[in-house]
């Protein structure tokens, strides 16, 4: 990491803090972590006791969301297996960018992704959060980090 460096602050939806495993409705602990190209560590656990069914079913009444979004402030990324239309909104709406991944997976491959796509070409969205250019980046000719 060059002293310039910022770190990025993602979230991983995790049930057991060793893989990506949860639906962010039914998340009962995100694993925030700060990532830089050359590092990364595990800098809060937040945890849940209200949280939904792992199908997505809400009760209007119950309203289990909003703590998490606001939980998650200045978090740049959240990694889900899945996250519902509303949810998603309003995710994004604080600033925050959900990626969807297809199946669980060990909270050390994303790390691992994360720092690779910081060291190449990370989407127009995450420039901005990093304040740098794309000039800055070397290029992703696959287009593997294009969400």
Do not use: W
């Not at 990370?122 to 800055?136: E, S």
């Amino acid at each position: 990491m060059t002293d310039s460096e910022i770190p990025l602050k993602i979230a991983i939806a995790t049930n057991d803090l060793e893989h990506l495993d949860a639906h962010f409705g039914s998340a009962a602990k995100f694993a925030v972590y700060e990532v830089t190209t050359a590092s990364s560590r595990l800098v809060e656990v937040l945890e849940f006791d209200a949280v939904t069914d792992q199908k997505g079913g809400h009760d209007s009444l119950d309203d289990r969301i909003t703590p998490k979004v606001e939980a998650l402030s200045g978090c740049a990324l959240l990694f889900v297996l899945a996250i519902g239309g509303p949810s998603a909104a309003r995710v994004v709406r604080a600033g925050i960018h959900p990626i969807k991944r297809k199946a669980p997976e060990p909270i050390a491959e994303v790390l691992a992704r994360t720092q690779t796509m910081l060291k190449g070409a990370p989407p127009p969205f995450l420039r901005k959060v990093l304040g740098r250019p794309r000039t800055d980046f070397a290029t992703d000719p696959a287009g593997e980090y294009s969400e």
